[in-house]
């Protein structure tokens, strides 16, 4: 994760930063025999957009894991917007595109990503693989049903990551595929479509459909590990010579 994967839901890291904007951040660090090796998890995140204050903890316990914010409401959604790291939109969601090769108008009811040839494509969230196969237009094409009638669909793909067809069960992130031009393109680029209840709606507009909170059994544990890295942040910032010295972050 990095900053703007963990604020994600509330804030987009393109349009919405402003002058003035501030964040703090604790991480993990990694040393071997006293030397600095590489740096680890965020373990707590802060930023202040457009004067709005928004904080992120990095909590783990039993099945719970993931950022939660300071009521222990989860920042991981079971979606996203975009299911791969892409260079930009070349078409929209809407219901009169014209078409770049056929040349008629008619709906275009998803997003598309351009981005190089062989770009790993994940699944945007925990699901089934309905589909997997050449379907004409769309080409190589990948269909994932998600809990609570969400439908995600992931056109003119190069090919398929190893082991993925229809039946699998994938995990949020996991490859199923690699970004290609196959079907009815101008040129590399990820169709990426988002259905509920089987109908249609705007991957870039959408209400991303959050995880669960932390379960009563771990509120303690929340409440306990949140103050005290808020303290730990507090003494930090009261003694910024305290910066230069750290060498180890507390872990929940």
């Not at 990095?2 to 501030?22: E, Y």
């Not at 202040?48 to 992120?56: P, R």
């Not at 300071?70 to 009169?96: C, D, H, M, V, W």
């Not at 991303?208 to 771990?218: A, E, G, V």
């Amino acid at each position: 994760y990095d900053l703007a994967d963990i604020f994600r839901c509330d804030i987009d890291f393109t349009t919405d930063i402003k002058k003035g904007d501030s964040y703090k951040i604790i991480v993990e660090e990694y040393y071997s025999n006293g030397i600095f090796k590489h740096y680890g998890r965020i373990l707590y995140a802060e930023i202040i957009n457009d004067g709005v204050t928004h904080e992120a903890y990095w909590f783990d316990k039993g099945k719970i894991h993931g950022y939660f914010n300071s009521e222990g409401k989860s920042f991981q959604t079971a979606l996203t917007r975009a299911p791969l790291q892409f260079r930009y939109i070349s078409s929209y969601f809407t219901y009169n595109r014209l078409h770049p090769i056929l040349k008629i108008r008619r709906p275009h009811l998803g997003v598309d990503y351009a981005a190089a040839a062989g770009t790993p494509v994940s699944a945007a969230g925990d699901g089934l693989i309905a589909e997997a196969g050449y379907n004409g237009q769309i080409g190589n094409h990948i269909r994932i049903t998600h809990p609570g009638g969400y439908r995600t669909n992931y056109g003119h793909l190069q090919r398929f990551a190893s082991g993925i067809h229809s039946g699998v069960r994938v995990k949020q992130g996991e490859i199923i595929g690699y970004v290609g031009s196959t079907g009815l393109a101008t040129g590399p680029h990820l169709d990426y479509r988002v259905q509920l209840n089987n109908v249609p709606i705007n991957p870039l507009s959408m209400k991303l459909p959050t995880l669960q909170s932390i379960s009563p059994k771990y509120v303690n544990n929340f409440i306990v590990a949140s103050a005290k890295i808020k303290g730990e942040m507090a003494a930090l910032y009261a003694n910024m010579d305290g910066f230069k010295n750290l060498k180890k972050t507390a872990h929940f």
